[in-house]
């Protein structure tokens, strides 16, 4: 049986949808990041990186959501999360994916967490501030040239569906109106109506 570790309102629900979408027999472990559960020995003991999402299989750990959602989609083909067979395509999954990690997830996170690039209480505080641009022009770059529509990658539902939902539901956290995105909100839409992430 797998274990997935996650907390609510982090990017493991990504990899939990992703899971559902699967089939997988999967226990989920949601972690109170109010007590810091995720610096604790044992959680340490399995994501030494004090972050979640990870991912605990018959082979060992994974972690960060990219690898936790590409070892899903081949560890369940039957699935169709990903284009397995085509290796072109695959590649463009995975720098969608690769993406929002690198990119529209931590511009999001400096907004919260500007502790972790910075000690002086100004530099935070203006990070905060200037995050919400950052995480809206990031999400623009995917408005008007990488949602293929009705998913992002065309006609096939893949892994970059569910990651792309997460990051969307912060945008109103942020202030961000989504009107100004309507594809992201049209697949948004379409994303809520799946039992998966209902």
Known sequence: MLKL????????LACEITLEEAGADVDVVRMNFAENAQRQPDYLAINPKSRVPAL??????????PAILGYVAQAFPEAGLAPLDDA?????????NSYLCSWVHPAAAHRYRG??????????????RKAP??????????????LRGPWVMGPSYTTCDPYLYVLTTWLPRD???MGQFPKISEHFARMSEREAVK
Do not use: H
């Open 5 to 12: 570790f996650t907390a609510t309102g982090t990017i493991g």
């Open 56 to 65: 605990v299989c018959d082979q060992g750990i994974i972690t960060e959501a």
């Open 88 to 96: 072109f395509a695959m590649a463009q999954l995975q720098a969608f």
């Open 115 to 128: 502790y972790r690039w910075a000690d002086d209480p100004a530099a935070i505080k203006d990070m905060a």
């Open 133 to 146: 641009e950052v995480f809206a022009a990031a999400m623009g770059v995917i408005e008007t040239s990488y």
């Open 175 to 177: 202030g961000i109106d």
